[in-house]
């Protein structure tokens, strides 16, 4: 499924939060939005998902304006894992993953084996087998996000949108969580805060900077030392990582010089 977002521009409280935003992402893209805190990505995903309405602009899925899609027909289009996951009552986690098949069914439909199924894939996915009966609310954090990403993953769409996806995950799921997202066969757009995660798994990045869109490209396009300093004022070391030949950054703080933190490197490397 094909994402077009053409001019949006989305005002918050009488800000501009994000203005004349353009990007296209092709069917079956996995897309990194990067930038940082305060850059507008949130507020661009949310506009993306119907959270917030555009001042202007136009946001289309395989050339229809989202605007004239029904709820139940955007729903099983497009999938949300947004960042504000909280669960006001005491659900199941099977209650919660089977709340992503709802698009599928009408009113007061009861689930069926098909809801079952994918609610069983679903949690397989992300790990948390056996976990079915388990209280929302008891789990930890990292979790709790898997048992939404497992909900989005039940909802069967064609698209998927995630806003920090590995948020309160640790590092051995969120490579997981990665490796399944981008194993899922869909249409990804994703913001990430971690830029080696973001150059590991995205086809194409995306870099926000005060509600603007500054460029694009590949991770190898995209990540260059002077692009870290400008947007994230950062200095960095814009290595090709010896096995999988993915830009890898190496971050310079100003107590250790850029030859000694490089030769740390390649000795961490070489172990």
Same mark, same amino acid.
């Given at each position: 499924?094909?994402?077009?977002?053409?001019?949006? @521009? /989305? /005002?918050?409280?009488?800000?501009?939060?994000?203005?004349?935003?353009?990007?296209?992402?092709?069917?079956?893209?996995? #897309?990194?939005?990067?930038?940082?805190?305060?850059? &507008?990505?949130?507020?661009?995903?949310?506009?993306?998902?119907?959270?917030?309405?555009?001042? *202007?602009?136009?946001?289309?899925?395989?050339?229809?304006?989202?605007?004239?899609?029904?709820?139940?027909?955007?729903?099983?289009?497009? *999938?949300? #894992?947004?960042?504000?996951?909280? #669960?006001?009552?005491?659900?199941?986690?099977?209650?919660?993953?089977? !709340?992503?098949?709802?698009?599928?069914?009408?009113?007061?439909?009861?689930? @069926? *084996?098909?809801?079952?199924?994918? /609610?069983?894939? *679903?949690?397989? $996915?992300?790990?948390?087998?056996?976990?079915?009966?388990?209280?929302?609310?008891?789990?930890?954090? &990292?979790?709790?996000?898997?048992?939404?990403?497992?909900? =989005?993953?039940?909802?069967? =769409?064609?698209?998927?949108?995630?806003?920090?996806?590995?948020?309160?995950?640790?590092?051995?799921?969120?490579?997981?969580?990665?490796? #399944?997202?981008?194993?899922?066969?869909?249409?990804?757009?994703?913001?990430?805060?971690?830029?080696?995660?973001?150059?590991?798994?995205?086809? $194409?990045?995306?870099? !926000?900077?005060?509600?603007?869109?500054? /460029?694009?490209?590949?991770?190898?396009?995209?990540?260059?030392?002077?692009?870290?300093?400008? +947007?994230?004022?950062?200095?960095? $070391?814009?290595?090709?990582?010896?096995? @999988?030949?993915? +830009?890898?950054? !190496?971050?310079?703080?100003? &107590?250790?010089?850029?030859? +000694?933190?490089?030769?740390?490197?390649?000795?961490?490397?070489?172990?």
């Amino acid at each position: 499924m094909k994402l077009k977002v053409e001019e949006l @521009t /989305t /005002t918050i409280d009488q800000k501009k939060i994000i203005e004349s935003v353009n990007l296209c992402i092709q069917e079956g893209d996995f #897309v990194g939005i990067i930038g940082p805190n305060g850059s &507008g990505k949130s507020t661009l995903l949310k506009t993306i998902y119907r959270i917030l309405e555009p001042d *202007a602009g136009l946001i289309s899925l395989d050339q229809e304006n989202i605007q004239h899609l029904s709820h139940r027909v955007f729903s099983q289009r497009l *999938a949300v #894992v947004s960042q504000e996951g909280s #669960v006001p009552f005491d659900f199941s986690v099977k209650e919660i993953v089977l !709340m992503g098949r709802s698009p599928h069914k009408n009113y007061f439909e009861r689930e @069926t *084996a098909q809801d079952l199924e994918k /609610t069983t894939e *679903a949690l397989s $996915k992300v790990g948390l087998t056996g976990y079915e009966e388990r209280s929302f609310p008891t789990l930890s954090g &990292g979790e709790k996000q898997r048992v939404l990403i497992a909900r =989005a993953f039940a909802q069967d =769409a064609s698209f998927l949108v995630l806003d920090e996806p590995t948020n309160h995950l640790d590092i051995h799921h969120q490579l997981h969580m990665l490796d #399944v997202i981008r194993a899922s066969n869909v249409t990804i757009l994703t913001a990430l805060h971690d830029l080696n995660l973001a150059a590991a798994y995205c086809d $194409k990045l995306f870099v !926000m900077k005060d509600g603007n869109l500054v /460029t694009n490209g590949t991770p190898k396009q995209v990540l260059t030392e002077e692009l870290l300093q400008d +947007v994230f004022q950062v200095k960095a $070391k814009v290595l090709s990582h010896p096995e @999988t030949n993915k +830009v890898h950054l !190496m971050y310079i703080s100003d &107590g250790m010089s850029e030859d +000694v933190r490089y030769q740390r490197f390649k000795q961490f490397l070489q172990n």
